[in-house]
């Protein structure tokens, strides 16, 4: 592939993301993770380190996207300060063992485990499971426990955490509003730390392609912010038109047949 075919290839997926993460209310990793996978395989890239180079690149975009949508919460007072700064030591500490964790695996497993994450999205989508309000705050160390696994399975699979946070902080009592609001600030701090942790790990690998630095590759990033902003606005609008139900279902059977896809 030519350079400007690869980088028109990674403003359509990023718009691609930006669009579906808009219109299916989900984080971009989701979307981006699978679609960098396909990317990379056109592009002749080692399997050994797909896996690894489609989670870090995808964390490495959330940090710019995420910072948008964190921002945007806080002008509108939803972020949960105290919440969030309980978070923030595992949600760090977790996102570095992540890629760790990460880092130890073959892209084969790791793909392997991506799929069964994807399934099970998809399933709780299908069943419109929605989180379980609840009432009762845990401690600082339970907080610090739960940013930990939030993290960790976060960095793991390159999203940015929503999937895992918004039930939490639903159960905590927060508002779904508060919940999400403070969902996106916790997408950034999970971001940084398994980007940066990516691109160490993966820090001198022989079987990188030109314009990766680590385990991000730097064109895809490049292309990916370009294009998944200004769509994910399209995704909101188009979401607002669609029938709910339909969509929420019609990415469910999307998600699943990308998650088997990776179990087979």
Request: charge should be positive; proline fraction near 4%.
């Amino acid at each position: 592939m030519t350079l400007i075919a690869t980088l028109l290839g990674y403003l359509a997926l990023g718009a691609a993301a930006g669009t579906m993460a808009g219109l299916f209310g989900v984080g971009g990793g989701l979307v981006i993770v699978p679609a960098l996978v396909f990317a990379f395989g056109l592009q002749g890239v080692d399997p050994a380190v797909t896996m690894h180079l489609a989670v870090g690149t995808s964390l490495a975009t959330i940090v710019v996207t995420g910072s948008s949508s964190a921002w945007a919460h806080h002008r509108r007072g939803s972020i949960q300060r105290d919440w969030f700064m309980a978070l923030l030591p595992g949600l760090i500490l977790g996102a570095v063992a992540g890629v760790f964790v990460a880092g130890a695996l073959s892209g084969g497993l790791l793909g392997t485990l991506f799929g069964v994450f994807v399934i099970l999205v998809a399933a709780r989508m299908a069943l419109g499971k929605g989180p379980k309000a609840g009432a009762v705050v845990p401690g600082r160390l339970g907080m610090g426990i739960a940013g930990g696994v939030i993290g960790a399975i976060s960095a793991l699979f390159g999203i940015g955490g929503g999937t895992l946070s918004v039930p939490w902080l639903s159960r905590c009592g927060a508002s779904m509003t508060s919940a999400i609001g403070t969902s996106s600030a916790c997408g950034l701090p999970i971001a940084l730390a398994g980007a940066a942790t990516f691109i160490v790990v993966g820090w001198g690998n022989v079987l990188l392609p030109a314009g990766a630095t680590g385990f991000v590759m730097w064109p895809a990033f490049l292309g990916i912010v370009i294009a998944s902003v200004p769509f994910a606005r399209l995704g909101v609008r188009l979401a607002h038109v669609l029938p709910a139900k339909i969509l929420r279902l019609s990415f469910a059977v999307l998600l699943a047949i990308v998650g088997l896809r990776f179990l087979f």
